[in-house]
Antibody, heavy 121, light 109 residues
Framework: QVQLQESGPGLVKPSQTLSLTCTVS??????????WTWIRQPAGRGLEWIGR???????NYNPSLKSRVTMSVDTSKNQFSLMLSSVTAADTAVYYC?????????????WGQGTLVTVSS | QSVLTQPPSASGTPGQRVTISCSGS????????VNWYQQLPGTAPKLLIY???QRPSGVPDRFSGSKSGTSASLAISGLQSEDEADYYC??????????FGGGTKLTVL
């Protein structure tokens, strides 16, 4: 069974960099049939795609966040990470990591439980 | 404001059939396939429909999807109390951006 688990600080100060890591267990992390993605959800609001990364290192980012986002992958640890710089209160949200699967037309078939990140001084 | 437009709410009684619409444009739904996700309260979203109308293994056939032009729909037949959740449509956009609808809160009366 594939499991994803987000980890990282739950509180980040304004103007600083938010850093999260997603650890994947089960399945074949490095398969080209998958990509790894971050999605966030402010309280009481909808889902926002942040970006995706393949284990080759290829990335795509949400154009509205592109200037502040960096994603990376560590295949030796079955982990991928998110860095979001210059955060403001508007970046406060539950952050999810998820897997996109080519067999489901790149639909997101496994998700982490989500981690709340609050931006506040 | 979301790129894909969904009604904020929908409702139905047990056993009823309900539909949720998702409207986009030629750069997203008009050019790409649609996924649907179900988010139960306090949980992560779950993939319900991919490739417009396909169900992942384990998803009941009460859930069905369709697409026409720049719009898509999710239908739930034989509505059950456990279907009460938020539902989101999603599609790729030509900008290589994954876009979501704003979500529809389904209430089972």
């Amino acid at each position: 069974q594939v499991q994803l688990q987000e980890s990282g600080p739950g509180l980040v100060k304004p103007s600083q960099t938010l850093s999260l890591t997603c650890t994947v267990s089960g399945g074949s992390f490095s398969s080209g049939s998958y990509y790894w993605t971050w999605i966030r959800q402010p309280a009481g609001r909808g889902l926002e795609w942040i970006g995706r990364i393949f284990t080759s290192g290829s990335t795509n980012y949400n154009p509205s966040l592109k200037s502040r986002v960096t994603m990376s992958v560590d295949t030796s640890k079955n982990q991928f990470s998110l860095m979001l710089s210059s955060v403001t209160a508007a970046d406060t949200a539950v952050y999810y990591c998820a897997r996109g699967y080519s067999g489901y037309d790149w639909g997101l078939d496994y998700w982490g439980q989500g981690t709340l990140v609050t931006v506040s001084s | 404001q979301s790129v894909l437009t969904q009604p904020p709410s929908a409702s139905g009684t047990p056993g009823q059939r309900v539909t949720i619409s998702c409207s986009g444009s030629s750069s997203n739904i008009g050019s790409h396939t649609v996924n649907w996700y179900q988010q139960l309260p306090g949980t992560a979203p779950k993939l319900l429909i991919y490739n417009n109308n396909q169900r992942p293994s384990g998803v009941p056939d009460r859930f069905s999807g369709s697409k026409s032009g720049t719009s898509a729909s999710l239908a739930i037949s034989g509505l059950q109390s456990e279907d009460e959740a938020d539902y989101y449509c999603a599609a790729w956009d030509d900008s290589l951006d994954r876009v979501f609808g704003g979500g529809t809160k389904l209430t089972v009366l």
